[in-house]
Nanobody, 126 residues
Framework: QVQLVESGGGLVQAGGSLRLSCAAAGRTFTPYIMGWFRQAPGKEREFVAA????????YYADSVKGRFTISRDNAKNTLYLQMNSLKPEDTAVYYCALRSGGLGYEPTGKYDYDYWGQGTQVTVSS
């Protein structure tokens, strides 16, 4: 079993920055893919960013390209999301996700992931 715990959310003004972290605990292995999703009230959970095992590939939703950066530290079993130039429309609960196996296509679907964190709230005021 794997536990994922997100941190770093909060309230920030538009144009500001936040850095989210996701610590993975439990099985000692290097997850193949880790990702971030978000869900705003009344909306579906949507893909934000993902990163492969040794950071050989990263993926971003069009809405965050150029503003968000995903990274991981495998030695610490931790995933990060640096969010810059935040907009009110980025307001959502942000979830960390993990896929334990490989995937032969872009890992942008929520059903591609095996484990999920509880989420951390990000609120961007205008």
């Amino acid at each position: 079993q794997v536990q994922l715990v997100e941190s770093g959310g909060g309230l920030v003004q538009a144009g500001g920055s936040l850095r989210l972290s996701c610590a993975a605990a439990g099985r000692t292995f290097t997850p193949y893919i880790m990702g971030w999703f978000r869900q705003a009230p009344g909306k579906e959970r949507e893909f934000v960013a993902a990163i492969r095992r040794f950071a050989e590939s990263t993926y971003y939703a069009d809405s965050v390209k150029g503003r968000f950066t995903i990274s991981r530290d495998n030695a610490k079993n931790t995933l990060y999301l640096q969010m810059n130039s935040l907009k009110p429309e980025d307001t959502a609960v942000y979830y960390c996700a993990l896929r334990s196996g490989g995937l032969g296509y872009e890992p942008t679907g929520k059903y591609d992931y095996d484990y999920w964190g509880q989420g951390t709230q990000v609120t961007v005021s205008s």
